[in-house]
């Protein structure tokens, strides 16, 4: 058993930033594929980053091109936790963010996630 838990949504106006944190627990966390997903209101859940596990420094990253320039998916092995660094956030970022994780391999679809964190809200103004 994982869990997750996400922190650091909020406020904010456009073009600002925030960063999401996930703190895991329960497994061994390096061995495991992290991943953002968001939910607007009306809307389905969809993939926002994923970042690998390694045995070195170097890590996979993919995202979805909506973001692609804006945010960066890193992770600390040390303090099991997973990040998603958001800047130049847009009104249509607004969404409830959700972290989630996968034995193995990366992961774009939401179908093959294992655990999922409960959410963290970020709404961005205009």
């Known amino acids: 058993q994982v869990q997750l838990v996400e922190s650091g949504g909020g406020l904010v106006q456009a073009g600002g930033s925030l960063r999401l944190s996930c703190a895991a627990s329960?497994?061994?966390?390096?061995?495991?594929?992290m991943g953002w997903f968001r939910q607007a209101p009306g809307k389905e859940r969809e993939f926002v980053a994923t970042?690998?596990?390694?045995?070195?420094?170097?890590?996979?990253?993919y995202y979805t091109d909506a973001v692609k320039g804006r945010f960066t998916i890193f992770r600390d092995n040390a303090k099991n936790t997973v990040y998603l660094q958001m800047n130049s956030l847009k009104p249509e970022d607004t969404a409830v963010y959700y972290c989630?994780?996968?034995?193995?391999?990366?992961?774009?679809?939401?179908?093959?996630?294992?655990?999922w964190g409960q959410g963290t809200q970020v709404t961005v103004s205009s």
């Open positions: 970042i690998g596990w390694s045995d070195s420094s170097t890590y996979y990253t």
């Open positions: 989630a994780t996968k034995y193995g391999s990366v992961f774009y679809d939401p179908s093959r996630v294992d655990y």
């Open positions: 329960g497994r061994t966390f390096s061995r495991y594929a």
